[in-house]
């Protein structure tokens, strides 16, 4: 796609990038096959290819407008383009780019505006996310149905996290809304860890991702949640921990991407491409663990009827970090058997603040998602990202786990000895 931007952002790190990404597409079309919103609204300028064009537009100095922002907002930023895409456009870069130019231009309605500056302010900071979270179950019965759908029921207890014993030793990023949400989530993390030989340790100094900010346009604030972040964990990594460890992929595709979202900063890109490159998502550490923990769970699994479980692949985690199979095989060697998903490639609807935000767009996605993961009678879904967690229970009364609470749950109540084989090796 040939290019020809205007000046305003021609010599800009965000103009080059965008420049080099916006020639990197072909025009095919493969992505509208696999674009949700596409999917529901048959709207080429609610698909990538559209979005793209009007990103091309508006940094070739044609103004935006409110419309050009309401395409580019419907945009859950999924990435499922990205896993369709035969050229190889970093869509998901693009987007961020092109959303912060059109912002700049059109600004916010006052409406629009004020629940974007609530949500910034309140869901990275887990003391303010906590108590909204305590008085919105305290109203609960006043609150808008979509609303009170999001409100989780408090957890009776939180089990125990092991103490660091082991030579080596992990670290584990807690999150902003996770330990408020589904507080049993890392300690799961980090008692499975425990049973191959890990520590898993938190920085106590470390906070939310960044994400949100990011996402919602405040953009340098995301990045300073990043840099705070990066001095947390690089003593840690330093003194020898093996790896920074994300049990929510949708903080682990951000962090990440931490070595491009600070590129441009002198003082932190090379700190930040390290705490990138040391960056693995829970599946993927546990992949290049399974010598050790898949005879754990066959063993644990041996004998107990095979449980049919439906599991929702996070975009996160498909299309963001093109992680695929990995909780998947180890919920197999835990007794599970996982039931036929139609289109798994699509998106819940969750995607961060988006279900605030597009509540209508995002409950159509939760409908037909649902559908499918119901669709093989599973007695349980299990899925990899907080936000798809709490949004997939939102609409079910069939219990959503984190795939690692289910995998913690086997390994703490095996089979007693003595008992049969039945489903060991399947």
């Known amino acids: 796609m040939q290019t020809n931007l205007a000046d305003f952002i021609k010599d800009t790190p965000e103009g080059r990038e965008a420049e080099r990404i916006l020639r990197t597409c ?42 050009t922002q309401l395409h580019l907002d419907r945009c859950l930023t999924c990435r499922s383009c990205e896993t369709t895409c035969p050229s190889g456009v970093e ?49 609960g019965g006043l609150l808008p149905a979509t609303l009170k759908k999001k409100i989780p029921a ?35 993390a980090a008692r499975v860890l425990d049973r191959i030989g890990i520590s898993l340790v938190k920085a106590e100094r470390a906070g939310c991702c960044g994400a949100v900010s990011f996402h919602l346009n405040f953009q340098e604030e995301g990045r300073d949640y990043m840099r ?17 460890v994300m049990t929510a992929s949708g903080c682990g595709v951000t962090v990440k991407e931490y070595g491009h979202h600070l590129e441009n900063d002198a003082a932190w890109a090379a700190k930040a491409k390290q705490v990138s490159r040391a960056t693995r998502d829970l599946s993927e550490l546990l992949a290049a663990e399974t010598d050790s923990l898949v005879p754990l769970l066959e063993r644990a699994a041996s004998g107990k009827p095979r449980r049919p479980l439906a599991y929702h692949s996070p975009c996160t985690l498909q299309h963001g970090q093109q992680l695929r199979g990995h909780a ?31 509540p209508e767009l ?15 009678d599973p007695v349980v879904i299990a899925t990899a990202n ?41």
Request: glycine residues 12%; hydrophobic residues 35%.
């Open 154 to 188: 408090v957890q009776s207890s939180v089990t125990p996290w092991p103490a660091a014993r082991h030579t080596r030793r992990m670290v584990v990023l807690d999150g902003c809304v996770q330990p408020t949400l589904a507080p049993n989530i890392n300690p799961a």
């Open 228 to 244: 705070r972040n990066v001095t947390a964990w690089l003593p840690l990594l330093d003194g020898g921990a093996e790896a920074i």
């Open 362 to 376: 995002s409950q159509r996605l939760l409908t037909n998602k649902l559908e499918a993961l119901h669709s093989g």
């Open 26 to 67: 072909v025009h095919c079309g493969f992505c509208l096959a696999t674009c949700p919103t596409y999917q529901l609204l048959g709207d080429e300028l609610d698909s990538p290819r559209g979005r793209i064009y009007l990103i091309k537009q508006v940094v070739e100095g044609t103004p935006a407008t409110a419309k």
């Open 328 to 358: 998947e095989t180890l919920l197999k060697a835990a007794g599970f058997d996982l039931t036929y998903v139609p289109d798994s490639h699509l998106c819940c609807g969750s995607a961060g603040t988006y279900s605030l935000l597009q």
């Open 91 to 139: 869509y998901g870069k693009l987007i961020d780019i092109g959303r912060k130019v059109v912002e700049d231009q059109v600004g916010r309605g006052t409406i629009d505006g004020l629940k974007r500056k609530v949500l910034n302010a309140g869901l990275p900071r887990p003391s303010l996310f906590g108590t909204g979270l305590a008085i919105g179950r305290a109203v």
């Open 386 to 426: 907080i936000g798809c967690l709490t949004h997939l229970q939102g609409g079910t009364a069939m219990p959503v786990k984190h795939w690692i609470e289910l995998i913690d749950e086997v390994l703490r109540h095996p089979s007693p000895p003595g008992r049969g084989t039945e489903g060991e090796g399947n």
